[in-house]
């Protein structure tokens, strides 16, 4: 009888681009405006499993540019990957997902954002490199806090 094969398996799949939407709802007269925009940018990661041993992580980013009051643009964008995580403990499973994984899709989801943007008629917006690591740990503290914390009673009208 042969021996299983036991050792841990991370492997990609697939990278690609899940989803993408860029808004200019105050062009063009926006576009005449002299003043630099403030730009806000949200990311978030999360992992699917897709079938047996394959997990979908997307990286999600949100960037809006406003100046003032009104929305110079907003870009929305979705990376995602497909990957082949088996034979790895629970406990690694999820660092695996919440750090290795993105960091192999984001530099993606950075190309893009910044060509979409670019090719909106604006200076492209460069994401900064993400700590996925600090980010992953920082979310496994909140969700210990929250855990721990005791839940407010309800109040039954």
């Given at each position: 009888?042969?021996?299983?094969?036991?050792?841990?398996?991370?492997?990609?799949?697939?990278?690609?681009?899940?989803?993408?939407?860029?808004?200019?709802?105050?062009?063009?007269?926006?576009?005449?405006?002299?003043?630099?925009?403030?730009?806000?940018?949200?990311?978030?990661?999360?992992?699917?499993?897709?079938?047996?041993?394959?997990?979908?992580?997307?990286?999600?980013?949100?960037?809006?540019?406003?100046?003032?009051?009104?929305?110079?643009?907003?870009?929305?964008?979705?990376?995602?990957?497909?990957?082949?995580?088996?034979?790895?403990?629970?406990?690694?499973?999820?660092?695996?997902?919440?750090?290795?994984?993105?960091?192999?899709?984001?530099?993606?989801?950075?190309?893009?954002?910044?060509?979409?943007?670019?090719?909106g008629g604006f200076p492209p917006v460069h994401l900064a490199e993400i700590?996925?690591?600090?980010?992953?740990?920082?979310?496994?503290?909140?969700?210990?806090?929250?855990?721990?914390a005791p839940a407010a009673p309800q109040i039954i009208v």
């Amino acid at each position: 009888m042969a021996e299983a094969n036991l050792d841990p398996v991370f492997q990609i799949q697939r990278v690609y681009l899940k989803d993408v939407s860029l808004e200019q709802p105050n062009s063009p007269e926006i576009l005449l405006n002299q003043e630099q925009p403030g730009v806000d940018i949200q990311l978030g990661v999360e992992a699917t499993p897709v079938a047996e041993g394959l997990f979908e992580v997307t990286v999600t980013a949100t960037v809006q540019a406003k100046i003032a009051d009104k929305t110079v643009f907003l870009v929305e964008a979705k990376q995602a990957g497909i990957f082949e995580l088996r034979n790895m403990p629970a406990e690694q499973l999820g660092a695996v997902l919440g750090i290795a994984c993105p960091q192999i899709v984001y530099p993606y989801l950075r190309g893009n954002v910044a060509d979409v943007i670019q090719r909106g008629g604006f200076p492209p917006v460069h994401l900064a490199e993400i700590n996925f690591q600090a980010m992953y740990e920082q979310q496994q503290a909140q969700a210990a806090a929250d855990a721990a914390a005791p839940a407010a009673p309800q109040i039954i009208v």
